[in-house]
């Protein structure tokens, strides 16, 4: 059993940054593809980006040059570092995990991020 836990996020003017933090509790976490969304209030949710088990990452391009994705093995632990915060950035950003061999999904509960002056 997998658990996802995201933190990190909170209130930030615009141009400022976050980093965000993506805990995986459980086994496995090296053959987990981690992705990253986001949720605007009243909208579906959209992907942020994601680092794969090879280490590899892709972005949307709303987010590219501005957000990185990075990980810490040893620490089961995935990072967003967000970087020229605009308030359409403001969301709940949430981690999600794919066993690339079983092709199973895990959510987090997501993290509440503001940006407004």
């Known amino acids: 059993q997998v658990q996802l836990v995201e933190s990190g996020g909170g209130l930030v003017q615009p141009g400022g940054s976050l980093r965000l933090s993506c805990g995986f509790f459980?086994?496995?976490?090296?053959?987990?593809?981690i992705y990253w969304y986001l949720q605007r209030p009243g909208n579906q949710r959209e992907w942020v980006g994601y680092?794969?088990?090879?280490?590899?990452?892709d972005y949307a391009d709303s987010v590219k040059g501005r957000f990185t994705i990075s990980r810490d093995i040893p620490k089961n632990t995935v990072y967003l570092q967000m970087n020229s915060l605009q308030p359409e950035d403001t969301a709940v950003y949430f981690c999600?995990?794919?066993?690339?061999?079983?092709?199973?999904?895990?959510w987090g509960q997501g993290t509440q991020v503001t940006v407004s002056a």
């Open positions: 999600s995990a794919i066993n690339t061999r079983t092709r199973n999904q895990e």
């Open positions: 680092i794969n088990a090879g280490g590899g990452t």
């Open positions: 459980g086994s496995g976490f090296a053959i987990y593809n």
